[in-house]
Every structure is written in structure tokens, then in C-alpha cells.
């Protein structure tokens, strides 16, 4: 008795088309090395990178997290990319990454010294997110009205 497989015509890359949902991905080190050693793999999963939102990864070494953010980078090139990371393992990732935030505390300072930003604790981030990106919106428009200030009276 034969079973044969019906093979789906169904793209999963329309479901997340249609309904404009984000998506989280939970990455192991052996699941990651997957993907990145086999080109069709790589391929397949380059075609989800704009409906994920955030990844996650565990037991990933630190040259998987920062060629993760690499192919995060190649794929999508107009978009910047923040990483997070705590220690040492970290410093690849965060220094790959547009923006590089650290959190330091126990782990030691080597992921603060190589970042873009420290902070104390992960529940800083929301604050740190929301108050530079506001704070650089009013430098902007102050420069802004400088310049025009100064065209003004040079006029």
C-alpha cells in the first residue's frame, strides 16, 4: 500500500502578509547552525526576516549572534538593528549591530565598554528607547530653527 504525499501549495509567507503579524523566534545553537550552513535553509528563512520582531536565542555562541545579526543586516538593509547582551559572550553581537545596548552588572564590563549604550538593569531599555529617541527629535528641531535663524540674519 502506497501513501503518497499531497505536496501544499499553500506559502506560508502569505499568511503573515495578510494579517501584518510580528513574529518572535526562539534560535538554539544547533537549529541556527542549520540554517546558516545549508543555503536553501538560509534562503527560506531570509524571506521571514521582516515579519519577525524580535529573536531570541539560546545556547548560541557568540559568533552565531553576531552572524544572525549579519544576515539580519544583508537581508533587510534599511532597517537598524539593536542588540542586547549582558557579557563578553555578547561583545561580537553588540558591536555588529547598528545599535548596542548593555546591561552590566555580574558578567563583568567587557559588553559596557564595547556598546553604544550601558544600562543598569533590562527594565532600563523601554526608558532609554523612548527618552533618546525623543530627546534627539528636539536636538533636531533646535538645530533645525538655528540654522534658519542664522540664514535669517545673515540674509
Known amino acids: 500500500m502506497k501513501i503518497h504525499e499531497k505536496k501544499s501549495t499553500f506559502d506560508n509567507s502569505q499568511l503573515f502578509e495578510q494579517s ?8 538554539g545553537g544547533a537549529s541556527f547552525r542549520v540554517i546558516y550552513n545549508d543555503e536553501n535553509f538560509r534562503k ?9 520582531s524580535v529573536v531570541v536565542g539560546a545556547r548560541v555562541t557568540p559568533g552565531q549572534k553576531a552572524e544572525f545579526v549579519t544576515l539580519v543586516k544583508t537581508a533587510l538593509p534599511e532597517v ?7 557579557g563578553a559572550n555578547d561583545v561580537n553581537m553588540i558591536c555588529t549591530a547598528n545599535v548596542g545596548v548593555a546591561i552590566f552588572g555580574k558578567e563583568g564590563l567587557q ?9 543598569p538593569e533590562f ?6 528607547l523612548l527618552h533618546r529617541g525623543s530627546e534627539f527629535c528636539r536636538i533636531n ?11 535669517f540674519l545673515l540674509c
Open 141 to 151: 528641531q533646535n538645530y533645525i530653527f538655528y540654522n534658519f535663524y542664522k540664514n
Open 111 to 119: 559588553a559596557s565598554t564595547a556598546s553604544d549604550y550601558s544600562i
Open 44 to 52: 527560506e528563512f531570509s524571506r521571514f526576516i521582516p515579519y519577525i
Open 20 to 27: 501584518n503579524t510580528k513574529i518572535c523566534v526562539a534560535l
Open 80 to 86: 537598524k538593528t539593536l542588540a542586547v547582551g549582558d
Open 123 to 128: 527594565k532600563m531599555l523601554k526608558p532609554l
